[in-house]
């Protein structure tokens, strides 16, 4: 069966830190991977996504980049957080050409 | 491009009452329509979805969701709510595999 590993579960970083946070999917093989950022009180909102190994694509210019060095690692990083990049970070898979997403457990990043 | 409206961000109910959840959403053709459930710092699972079909679609967890589309609505139902039912509720709509927006969410509470 297929699972997703999110991690890690909660993260405090200083003001200017970098920032790396893996998510990977077992038990499938070219999935869909997506990057979900949930501020307080606010909805989902979609960061990246990537339907292949080395393609990216963003929807919200910012601080963020995201990775896809193997088929199924999804990366999220920054070179120097801001204290506006605290929230729920989500990752999600589906397969190609289905709506049906799986989400990880998150990463609850605290920027002080 | 779809959006999706949550108008009420937090819904307390007592055990045992009926509950219904509203969703809105804005789309120029047929929408995927995905009811999904957050506990605290967890991930999201999905609840139950809309591609096509019946308009009244039946989830996990006793939930069950009615697609209108004269009103775009697909509000959300459990005739009698559990304490274990307290959680964030997000309602999302997606246009293609790469572009699904989730409303606000709504978060419940359940009174003993």
């Known amino acids: 069966s297929q699972t997703i590993h999110q991690w890690p579960a909660t993260l405090v970083q200083p003001v200017g830190s970098p920032l790396s946070l893996e998510c990977t999917v077992e038990?499938?093989?070219?999935?869909?991977l997506y990057w979900y950022r949930q501020a307080a009180g606010r909805g989902l909102q979609l960061l990246f996504y990537?339907?292949?190994?080395?393609?990216i694509s963003s929807e919200v210019p910012q601080n963020l980049s995201a990775s896809r060095p193997q088929d199924r690692q999804f990366i999220l990083s920054s070179k120097k957080l801001l204290l506006s990049d605290s929230g729920f970070y989500l990752c999600a898979w589906s397969v190609t050409g289905a709506f049906d997403y799986t989400f990880g457990s998150g990463t609850r990043l605290t920027v002080v | 491009a779809q959006s999706v409206t949550q108008p009420d961000i937090h819904i307390t109910v007592s055990e045992g009452a009926s509950l219904e959840l509203r969703c809105n959403y804005s789309y120029g053709a047929t929408p995927y329509l995905f009811w999904y459930v957050q506990s605290p710092g967890q991930g999201l699972q999905l609840l139950l979805k809309y591609f096509s079909g019946d308009t009244l679609v039946q989830g996990i967890k006793g939930f069950e969701a009615e697609f209108k589309r004269s009103q775009s609505s697909f509000n959300l139902r459990k005739p009698s709510v559990h304490w274990s039912d307290a959680a964030e509720y997000f309602c999302?709509?997606?246009?293609?595999?790469?572009?699904?927006?989730f409303g606000a969410g709504t978060r419940l509470t359940v009174k003993p």
């Open positions: 999302a709509v997606g246009a293609n595999n790469n572009d699904m927006r």
């Open positions: 038990g499938t093989s070219n999935p869909n």
């Open positions: 990537s339907v292949g190994i080395g393609q």
